[in-house]
T-cell receptor
Framework: ETGVTQSPTHLIKTRGQQVTLRCSSQ?????VSWYQQALGQGPQFIFQ???????GRGNFPPRFSGLQFPNYSSELNVNALELDDSALYLC????????????FGSGTQLSVL | GQNIDQPTEMTATEGAIVQINCTYQ??????LFWYQQHAGEAPTFLSY????GLEEKGRFSSFLSRSKGYSYLLLKELQMKDSASYLC????????????FGTGTRLTVIP
């Protein structure tokens, strides 16, 4: 158990809809990152938040956006869903000061039909 | 950018030793990580190397050569529960603690 919790665990949406995924970071961690993992692939970095501001972004379009709240919980929002957005979305928290390892949640499996 | 390469699949026998290789090309290298991921579960941290050499942690060891852009994960005394995907990931630069992952190596341990 890493202490990082995500909700929901599974979600089904249709193309064009919007989705919000949620993450609660491990206690004491001030940085949250979001990753997309397609079937059979490694996780791909979407973006990271530190102290409620975006602090790095991967190669994802603007319809992927996020928020980090004062209690360090986080949301990932995806607008105008496409079929290729179907994937496991992983949240990971870390302590920027120790800056060593990421602790991952179990993810949200998103299916876009 | 990043170019992280590792074998797609490996099979090994229970009780044996297996080495999973990872090569990478990246700018601003700032550490290499290995994660284990069982099907349908979160990746879990195994090891971290930032300097050259071998890091040993129980049955698992990880090696890094920065000049060669090369790492390996060594698993000893394989157990059936070690069947999982093993992800090699590289961190670039300082500040943003984001990792760039390879596609993962799916290890199957057979009796």
């Amino acid at each position: 158990e890493t202490g990082v919790t995500q909700s929901p665990t599974h979600l089904i949406k249709t193309r064009g809809q919007q989705v919000t995924l949620r993450c609660s970071s491990q206690s004491g961690h001030n940085t949250v990152s979001w990753y997309q993992q397609a079937l059979g692939q490694g996780p791909q970095f979407i973006f990271q938040y530190y102290r409620e501001e975006e602090n790095g972004r991967g190669n994802f379009p603007p319809r992927f956006s996020g928020l980090q709240f004062p209690n360090y919980s986080s949301e990932l929002n995806v607008n105008a869903l496409e079929l290729d957005d179907s994937a496991l979305y992983l949240c990971a928290s870390s302590d920027r000061e120790t800056n060593e390892k990421l602790f991952f949640g179990s993810g949200t499996q998103l299916s876009v039909l | 950018g990043q170019n992280i390469d590792q074998p797609t699949e490996m099979t090994a026998t229970e009780g044996a030793i297996v080495q999973i290789n990872c090569t990478y090309q990246t700018s601003g290298f700032n550490g290499l990580f290995w994660y284990q991921q069982h099907a349908g579960e979160a990746p879990t941290f195994l090891s971290y190397n930032v300097l050259d050499g071998l890091e040993e942690k129980g049955r698992f060891s990880s090696f890094l050569s920065r000049s060669k852009g090369y790492s390996y994960l060594l698993l000893k005394e394989l157990q059936m529960k070690d069947s999982a995907s093993y992800l090699c990931a590289v961190r670039e630069g300082t500040g943003a603690n984001n990792l760039f992952f390879g596609t993962g190596t799916r290890l199957t341990v057979i009796p």
